[in-house]
């Protein structure tokens, strides 16, 4: 039904040309019922067995299969990348980060409970961060390696890690819900774990995530109260109301494997519209920051991947953060995909965590 409407529409196929514009009660409509199908599509996906799903995206590729799941690729990304890789199975890919403790949380939020799990690093480095999970504002938990095999891999390096849920943008739930059950976690952590300590407290986030982490930034350091990020840490983060126009060279550099090019224009306006919920939303600077002032902005880490539709809204922001004063430092991996981080197999994925790593004990 609606897979199949998304593969037919016009322009699919000029994916990240231009520049959407921002739009207007008709987009946003379309934008909450095409993602509100989207998140029910993945309950859908959650059901079947990882054995099932393995043979459904082998099979993608073929003309019968890709009749009949149009747009399996982008829909498995909505989810939070390829799923039956549990927490469990992390752990056989990677079994010294077994002995890294972890503990489940709920965390008191103005919305009700926020799910959230800290990682206890054996021989902290004197760290502490907050990470926000991606999937495109419909999906993700905690589970997705996204999530759980970076915050292991942190801790294992001495960071301690708060990896962070959220209400999802589905079933009428649009900006701010999202963001303030991120900004609410961050303050339980200020309160909870970091209080009275020297240790320098960090946000970030992928995807989605990055959108929130660095919403949560901006929104912390106007409130006038709040105890500020040491810094900002976002992986192929999604953050204007629009999709960015690409360089001429870097789009036919990306056109090369088009397999990066996940996410055409329409479908990042449509993800804004969706999270967003009213027009009023897609200017406002804590649902998309870069809309805002972005003077007094923590330092920050962006990290991107050359075949990957988000990759201009990252380095758009990095260079505005940069002009507003703030040190800025970013990294592309080359030859690479959106949701890296989602992958404990990948060596890219190792090297994005190690780089991460990097940054959060330099400070």
């Not at 990682?119 to 991606?134: I, K």
């Not at 989605?208 to 105890?227: C, H, I, T, V």
Request: glycine fraction near 10%; aromatic fraction near 6%.
């Amino acid at each position: 039904m609606i897979l199949a409407e998304r593969m037919d529409r016009p322009g699919k196929e000029d994916a990240v040309a231009e520049s959407t514009a921002v739009g207007g009660e008709s987009d946003l409509r379309r934008g909450r019922w095409q993602y509100a199908l989207m998140g029910l599509g993945v309950n859908v996906l959650k059901r079947f067995s990882p054995v099932r799903l393995e043979k459904i995206l082998a099979g993608s590729g073929s003309t019968a299969a890709a009749t009949t799941f149009p747009d399996l690729k982008l829909l498995v990304e909505c989810s939070g990348g390829i799923p039956g890789v549990s927490p469990a199975r992390v752990i056989e890919m990677h079994p010294l980060l077994a002995s890294v403790a972890v503990e489940d949380v709920t965390i008191p939020g103005p919305r009700g409970a926020v799910a959230g799990r800290v990682y206890h690093p054996r021989d902290p480095v004197g760290a502490v961060f907050v990470w926000v999970h991606g999937g495109a504002f419909i999906s993700g938990d905690l589970d997705m390696p996204e999530s759980h095999w970076v915050a292991l891999e942190l801790a294992d390096r001495g960071v301690t890690v708060i990896a962070l849920d959220y209400r999802k943008a589905v079933r009428g739930v649009h900006y701010p819900v999202p963001l303030d059950d991120v900004v609410a976690g961050w303050r339980w952590v200020v309160r909870t774990i970091a209080d009275g300590a020297p240790s320098a407290v960090h946000i970030g986030g992928a995807s989605a995530g990055g959108n929130l982490a660095a919403a949560a930034a901006m929104r912390l350091r106007d409130s006038g109260g709040d105890r500020l990020p040491a810094s900002v840490v976002l992986a192929y983060p999604l953050l204007h109301s629009h999709a960015v126009a690409w360089d001429p060279m870097q789009r036919a550099a990306a056109e090369v494997d088009p397999r990066g090019l996940l996410f055409s224009s329409q479908d990042l306006g449509e993800m804004a519209w969706n999270y967003a919920g009213t027009t009023a939303a897609l200017q406002d600077p804590c649902a998309f920051p870069p809309n805002g002032d972005l003077a007094g902005h923590p330092p920050l880490l962006v990290l991107t991947c050359e075949h990957d539709s988000l990759r201009p809204s990252g380095e758009a922001y990095a260079a505005a953060v940069a002009a507003s004063g703030a040190r800025v430092e970013s990294e592309m991996s080359v030859g690479e995909y959106h949701g890296i981080l989602n992958e404990p197999a990948s060596a890219a994925g190792a090297h994005a965590i190690e780089r991460i790593a990097t940054w959060l004990r330099g400070f």
